[in-house]
């Protein structure tokens, strides 16, 4: 029997083309500290391939959907992923699909002199 609700429609989803990181005494950033994990790092290689959900990312990195599901509230806390749909499962649950917030990361030690944030220090 056929369902209701639409399975995994497809996505239009294209990610802003970089996210800055400053790493900086003065603002902290947790963003290199959820990248030290090699599963987060799986989860990010993943969505680069095509934007899902925490049991299509289980799925693809071999984890269970739990460890996948921390790894992405992390990760969508850091701005690295964003949830860009939500789908619905054959019995009527909502899905997040998510996807890579950006293509490429920068890390940066210091703020630099063309940065718009940037202030003067003496």
Known sequence: MASAFPHQPAVDHAPRERTSVVVDHEEPTDVLQVLSSETAQEILLALRSEPGTASDVAD????????????????????????????????GREMTVYALA?????????????????????
């Open 102 to 122: 950006a293509e490429r990361l920068v890390v940066q030690f210091s703020r630099t002199e063309d940065d718009p944030d940037r202030q003067d220090r003496d």
């Open 60 to 91: 693809a990195v071999d984890r269970s959907v739990q460890n996948v599901t921390y790894h992405l509230d992390r990760l969508r806390r850091a701005d690295l992923i964003t949830p860009i749909e939500t789908w619905y499962s054959e019995k």
